[in-house]
């Protein structure tokens, strides 16, 4: 028989425990997403995966607390009470299991689906399932307390929507901006705590074996938030870091990488070197194709702003990029030698930047990622006229890309897409027969006329040369290509690897 003084329980409180729960269930959601992205990226894969993972769990964990709610009250609450602290627990420790997990999973399982689908299992499951477990008992104790219990049973799911929509809205808004993805899961570990002390509490259960537990899940929690993560610094879009790869200590050398891919390599005492292919062909093909010396430029994403850097050091004509996170910028100046004042940087999507204004540039140079493929809004028919709009007559589009030798189905696509647009559209890659499946660089070049060589040697740091892919072989790539619209543009299934 309970006898605890909040019993009968007030629906109000009921009503908030669901919503709580909810709420920081879903900010556990949100989270993943990022946790993962240094290991396997930001990318359609990844979110799909969270997606389902946590309703997987939630689906499970809604089963198991259907059959606890058919105990008795104090029983099924108390039952409830330890699931919560199971949920504090394993979502404590998420970040240690996906530390644990990402080398073995990804050794064993490199197709991304299954890669990223068991990385996220690993981690994500259980902090979905143990969540998912209070909802059905938190109702039916409601329904059995209340004198109307249709509309007590409707206060409890509206709640559990509404909590789902606030912890999606704090998380992406509140949380991971200001806390971080470490310190956020021990605020979520708190919450479940404290939802499970309460549901003791209304089970007359709140004895010293509960509060242990309670006691060492918050030990946990703080002990998994304090250990240093992949990231130099966790912005509002991307894990960053900062890498020294210097050969000489008196001649500093760093990689910025953007969750899990290398974005840029510079050097202090070479501004005008590029210590990656696909900085080495852009910056190249921008000089063979500027119609003049001191030509204008923008430049779609920063990174580590070694192309930027490049060309404000190298002539006077105008420098503007769009770099949608601040993060990126300010880490680019603390640790990449970018100085600000001779650039014109806008903090904003480089699409809107385009639509809003109408300067025309010499040279727009496409380097934006999520994971390994260009965004979605950045590779359609309608984005490209923007483009060809907001070029001088003799202008020229630059545009980096990723794609496996074998296939180049994102690369078919994308010139299909381009030559929609453009008279003139030219692949250039490394001067070398790939292997079998490999992934590589390619620029595409796009404008009114072909570039003056097909072939050149820079160095990238050390010399390589690069060459333009035969006419017939792009025609053919062109004729296969499917032309991506705002409608419909499937890059990230295009660039995808298959077995």
């Given at each position: 028989?309970i006898r605890?003084?909040?019993?009968?329980?007030?629906?109000?409180l009921?009503v908030?425990?669901?919503?709580?729960v909810?709420?920081?269930s879903?900010?556990?959601?949100?989270?993943?997403?990022?946790?993962?992205?240094?290991y396997?990226?930001?990318s359609?894969?990844?979110?799909?995966s969270?997606?389902?993972?946590?309703?997987?769990?939630?689906?499970?964990?809604?089963?198991?607390g259907?059959r606890?709610?058919?105990?008795p009250a104090?029983q099924a609450?108390?039952a409830?009470a330890?699931a919560?602290?199971?949920?504090?627990?394993?979502t404590?420790?998420?970040?240690l299991?996906?530390r644990g997990?990402?080398?073995?999973?990804?050794?064993?399982?490199?197709?991304?689906?299954?890669?990223?689908?068991?990385?996220?299992?690993?981690?994500?499951f259980?902090?979905s399932?143990?969540?998912?477990?209070p909802?059905?008992v938190?109702?039916?104790?409601a329904?059995?307390?209340?004198?109307?219990?249709g509309?007590a049973?409707?206060?409890m799911?509206a709640?559990g929507?509404?909590?789902?929509?606030?912890?999606?809205?704090?998380?992406?808004?509140?949380?991971?901006s200001?806390l971080?993805?470490?310190?956020?899961?021990a605020v979520?570990?708190a919450?479940?705590?404290?939802c499970?002390l309460?549901?003791l509490a209304?089970?007359?259960?709140?004895h010293r074996l509960?509060?242990?537990?309670?006691?060492?899940?918050?030990?946990l929690a703080a002990l998994?938030?304090?250990?240093p993560?992949?990231?130099?610094?966790?912005?509002r879009?991307?894990?960053?870091?900062?890498?020294?790869?210097?050969?000489n200590p008196?001649?500093?050398t760093?990689?910025?990488?953007?969750?899990h891919?290398v974005?840029?390599?510079?050097?202090?005492?070479?501004p005008?070197?590029m210590?990656?292919?696909?900085?080495a062909?852009l910056?190249?093909?921008?000089?063979?194709?500027?119609?003049?010396?001191?030509f204008?430029?923008?430049?779609?994403g920063?990174?580590?702003?070694?192309?930027?850097?490049?060309?404000?050091a190298r002539?006077p004509?105008t420098?503007t990029?769009?770099?949608?996170d601040?993060?990126?910028?300010?880490l680019?100046?603390?640790?990449?030698?970018l100085?600000?004042?001779?650039?014109?940087?806008?903090h904003?999507d480089?699409?809107?930047?385009?639509?809003?204004?109408?300067?025309r540039?010499d040279?727009?140079?496409?380097?934006?990622?999520?994971?390994t493929a260009?965004?979605?809004h950045?590779?359609?028919q309608?984005?490209?006229?923007?483009i060809?709009?907001?070029?001088?007559p003799d202008?020229?589009y630059?545009?980096?890309?990723i794609?496996?030798?074998d296939?180049?189905?994102?690369?078919?696509?994308?010139?299909a897409?381009?030559?929609?647009?453009?008279?003139?559209?030219?692949?250039?890659?490394e001067?070398?027969?790939?292997?079998?499946?490999?992934?590589?660089v390619?620029?595409i070049?796009?404008?009114?006329?072909?570039?003056?060589?097909?072939?050149?040697?820079?160095?990238?740091?050390?010399?390589?040369?690069?060459a333009?892919?035969?006419?017939?072989?792009?025609?053919?790539l062109?004729d296969?290509?499917?032309?991506?619209?705002?409608?419909y543009?499937p890059?990230?299934?295009?660039v995808?690897?298959?077995?």
């Amino acid at each position: 028989m309970i006898r605890s003084p909040l019993w009968p329980p007030p629906l109000w409180l009921l009503v908030a425990l669901q919503a709580v729960v909810s709420a920081a269930s879903l900010v556990v959601e949100i989270v993943a997403g990022r946790m993962l992205a240094p290991y396997v990226g930001m990318s359609l894969y990844t979110w799909t995966s969270v997606i389902a993972v946590v309703l997987a769990g939630f689906s499970a964990g809604h089963w198991w607390g259907g059959r606890l709610a058919d105990r008795p009250a104090d029983q099924a609450l108390r039952a409830t009470a330890w699931a919560l602290m199971a949920a504090a627990l394993s979502t404590a420790l998420a970040g240690l299991a996906l530390r644990g997990a990402a080398g073995p999973v990804l050794s064993v399982l490199p197709q991304p689906i299954a890669g990223i689908t068991a990385l996220t299992l690993a981690a994500f499951f259980l902090p979905s399932l143990f969540a998912g477990i209070p909802a059905p008992v938190l109702a039916q104790v409601a329904h059995g307390a209340s004198a109307a219990p249709g509309r007590a049973l409707g206060a409890m799911f509206a709640a559990g929507a509404i909590g789902a929509i606030a912890g999606t809205l704090l998380a992406g808004f509140v949380f991971i901006s200001w806390l971080g993805s470490a310190w956020t899961l021990a605020v979520v570990t708190a919450t479940y705590l404290l939802c499970a002390l309460i549901c003791l509490a209304l089970a007359a259960r709140l004895h010293r074996l509960p509060l242990a537990a309670a006691a060492l899940v918050a030990g946990l929690a703080a002990l998994a938030a304090t250990r240093p993560g992949p990231c130099t610094v966790e912005s509002r879009h991307f894990c960053l870091q900062s890498v020294d790869v210097s050969a000489n200590p008196a001649r500093p050398t760093r990689a910025m990488v953007i969750d899990h891919l290398v974005h840029g390599i510079s050097a202090r005492d070479a501004p005008e070197v590029m210590f990656t292919r696909h900085a080495a062909m852009l910056d190249a093909l921008a000089r063979l194709r500027a119609p003049q010396p001191a030509f204008t430029s923008f430049h779609i994403g920063g990174g580590n702003y070694a192309l930027p850097r490049a060309f404000a050091a190298r002539h006077p004509g105008t420098v503007t990029v769009a770099e949608i996170d601040p993060e990126v910028t300010a880490l680019a100046v603390r640790d990449f030698w970018l100085d600000p004042a001779g650039i014109e940087i806008r903090h904003a999507d480089a699409r809107q930047v385009l639509a809003r204004d109408t300067t025309r540039y010499d040279i727009i140079v496409g380097d934006a990622f999520t994971d390994t493929a260009v965004p979605q809004h950045l590779v359609t028919q309608e984005f490209f006229a923007l483009i060809a709009a907001r070029l001088t007559p003799d202008g020229s589009y630059l545009m980096n890309v990723i794609d496996y030798a074998d296939r180049l189905d994102a690369v078919a696509a994308l010139v299909a897409t381009l030559r929609s647009v453009f008279a003139e559209v030219e692949l250039w890659t490394e001067a070398r027969r790939p292997d079998p499946g490999e992934r590589i660089v390619i620029v595409i070049a796009a404008g009114r006329t072909a570039t003056a060589t097909d072939s050149f040697t820079v160095p990238a740091p050390d010399r390589t040369t690069f060459a333009a892919l035969g006419p017939r072989f792009v025609d053919q790539l062109a004729d296969r290509g499917l032309v991506l619209t705002d409608d419909y543009a499937p890059i990230d299934r295009l660039v995808g690897a298959r077995d």
